[in-house]
């Protein structure tokens, strides 16, 4: 089956006229993931001391200095919010299918049995906090080793060489996280289909979906980078900002390293302040999953009827 190549524009602007058009219906769909999009990364309280005390158990210098500096507590957090994240893509593409197919379009307020596949995919978004983490710990056991020594240039002063280690851990720093994200936004175009058949209750092997977007990688790629990384990227660095104001970045780290669980008030106080950034995040997610049904039916109607109902 030979598909259409899926349009850049018209296709950004059937997921944003998609989203703005039926707000209600995201209102209540998004009500449950965003309880648990507030409400699960707490549960990192607990989980990321208990792992550091395993780890400490084999022996820190190999696991658990690599934890702490790849930051593993951020992957856990990242983990646990995609898991509100993905069922609310879930929700939402079940919405458009039956909206299209003239079915009932109330929307699924709690849980469906598709969301486990969909909620199964979550680590595709993960790609490059991933990345960036095994390329620390690999940094880290290289440097255990005296394996990056052998790149240091000879005959260096101790000021020389301090220098060229900043800079060599600023470059790496860079190439990484630039990598990192190009292999994530490519990955996630090119298996887009995946997220909206998983939801779709009729689940693609990879081969099947990497057919459906055969050729079509860069605008992909371009989509989905638009559509959802930059919005919640931006989300995160303005997060950031806020939480700097309110908080001391160094509280939650206390928390983690004391394995003290905070007081009632720290805890609600910290993720209501991320409740803006929450629903920014599945905003960018409901125009993230407009993108994954297109590639997956490659037909423009699937948006365009539907936004027409509500017109």
């Known amino acids: 089956m030979v598909h259409r190549k899926i349009p850049l524009g018209p296709t950004m602007a059937e997921a944003y006229a998609t989203l703005f058009a039926n707000l209600w219906p995201f209102a209540r769909i998004a009500a449950f993931p965003l309880l648990l999009y507030l409400l699960l990364p707490v549960l990192n ?13 084999v022996h820190p210098v190999y696991l658990v200095a690599p934890m702490q500096r790849g930051r593993l507590d951020l992957i856990i957090e990242q983990a646990l919010l995609l898991i509100a994240v993905m069922v609310f893509c879930s929700h939402w593409i079940q919405f458009l299918i039956a909206a299209r197919k003239q079915r009932d379009v109330r929307p699924i ?22 990345t960036t983490f095994a390329v620390v710990t690999l940094t880290h056991y290289a440097k255990l080793y005296g394996f990056t020594d052998l790149i240091l240039p000879s005959d260096m002063g101790l000021t020389e060489t301090l ?34 058949a998983a939801a779709a209750g009729e689940p693609l092997r990879l081969t099947a ?18 559509l ?39 805890v609600l106080t910290w993720r209501l302040l991320q409740l803006p950034s929450a629903v920014v995040a599945l905003a960018a997610m409901a125009l993230g999953a407009s993108f994954f049904l297109r590639s997956y039916m490659h037909e423009s109607e699937v948006q365009e009827a539907f936004v027409g109902r509500f017109e």
């Open 45 to 57: 309280i607990a989980l990321y001391p208990m792992l550091l005390r395993a780890a400490a158990q």
């Open 109 to 130: 307020q709690f849980w469906s049995r598709r969301d486990p596949h969909v909620v199964a995919l979550a680590p595709l978004l993960m790609i490059s906090t991933l």
């Open 163 to 196: 220098e060229w280690w900043q800079l060599f851990y600023l470059v790496l720093g860079l190439v990484t996280v630039v990598f990192a994200v190009l292999l994530e936004v490519l990955i996630v175009g090119r298996l887009a289909p995946l997220f909206a």
């Open 209 to 226: 979906a990497l057919r459906l977007t055969k050729g079509q990688a860069l605008r992909l790629v371009t989509l989905w980078a638009l």
């Open 228 to 266: 959802f990384w930059l919005p919640v990227y931006a989300m995160t660095v303005l997060q950031g900002h806020v939480d700097s104001i309110y908080l001391d970045p160094r509280t939650l780290e206390t928390v983690y390293r004391a394995r003290v669980w905070p007081s009632f008030e720290f």
